[in-house]
């Protein structure tokens, strides 16, 4: 970004050295400010801004040789605004891909979440009715102690219970 607003510059009659104080200033990196302000320090001494950015080390090789080409053609503006459109472009790709992996990846683990809750209740079910159906499980029904020995569930013929036929007569 600070080298496409360069360009601008450039296009606006500024010149390399000031663009490149300008966008010393533009970082935020104090480490990249540094290095910037010695590559001004070479464009100001005669260096080509090439050269002088070549030395950062900081500058990707594929840029460089686009720039030597813009420098060497005279036409060094329109060189780093094709320069910044490319980079723009890759820079979106990868955000898109990343955010496409990113939503993949999210939609994957609520899936798995969902999955295990329903597997849980499924399982919980499932046991309930092995539990119900188990050796000794009825045997509330009929007054003796089983899985649920408070649970007391009175036979039709069954006296004490009030609602029982005769058990008001």
């Known amino acids: 970004a600070p080298f496409a607003a360069d360009c601008q510059r450039r296009e606006n009659g500024v010149t390399t050295a000031e663009a490149l104080r300008l966008t010393e200033r533009a970082v935020n ?4 400010q540094a290095t910037l302000h010695e590559a001004t320090d070479r464009v100001i001494e005669g260096s080509s801004l090439c050269a002088s950015l070549q030395r950062t080390g900081l500058i990707p090789a594929l840029f460089l040789d686009r720039l030597a080409v813009g420098e060497q053609t005279g036409k060094l503006a329109p060189s780093l605004r094709q320069i910044a459109q490319s980079y723009q472009v890759d820079l979106t790709r990868r955000l898109q891909n990343t955010t496409k992996l ?25 046991l309930g009715q092995r539990v119900r159906h188990a050796p000794g499980a009825g045997t509330a029904r009929r007054g003796g102690r089983g899985v649920f020995p408070l649970v007391r569930v009175g036979r039709q013929d069954d006296q004490s219970h009030p609602a029982a036929p005769g058990a008001f007569a």
Do not use: C, E, K, R
Request: hydrophobic letters at 70%; proline letters at 0%; zero cysteines.
């Open 29 to 32: 990196n104090v480490s990249v």
């Open 102 to 126: 990113l939503s993949g990846a999210v939609l994957f683990l609520t899936f798995s979440f969902v999955a295990f809750l329903a597997y849980a209740i499924v399982t919980a079910l499932h």
